[in-house]
């Protein structure tokens, strides 16, 4: 069974720091580049962050980079999104998806809520 499972989002002060984790099947994840996007109310899926199997080449939309990091443990089959610096507008329900390119399988989401 193909799972891809998000977690640790919640509520944080403007400014604060969150890092999201995501675990996923071995289909999924093994040798395949990964990949965070967010949506927000009213707003299309956004693309935020990806990352290839070996870390070696990693993406960032604009509006995160600088703030943002994404990383991941292949031993334990997860991607982690590192997010510091936050902002109003980084509230969102955050998704994991892979594999890249075409992310034929996605997580749940977690919610982020950044208040001032």
């Known amino acids: 069974q193909v799972q891809v499972v998000e977690s640790g989002g919640g509520l944080v002060q403007a400014g604060g720091s969150l890092t999201l984790s995501c675990v996923a099947s071995q289909r999924v994840f093994n040798n395949n580049a990964m990949g965070w996007f967010r949506q927000s109310p009213g707003k299309e899926r956004e693309f935020v962050a990806s990352?290839?199997?070996?870390?070696?080449?990693?993406s960032y939309a604009d509006s995160v980079k600088g703030r943002f990091t994404i990383s991941r443990d292949n031993a334990k089959n997860t991607v982690y999104l590192q997010m510091t610096s936050l902002k109003l507008e980084d509230t969102a329900v955050y998704y994991c998806?892979?594999?890249?390119?075409?992310?034929?399988?996605w997580g749940q989401g977690t919610q982020v809520t950044v208040s001032s």
């Open positions: 990352i290839t199997w070996r870390s070696s080449s990693r």
């Open positions: 998806a892979g594999p890249a390119p075409g992310y034929d399988y």
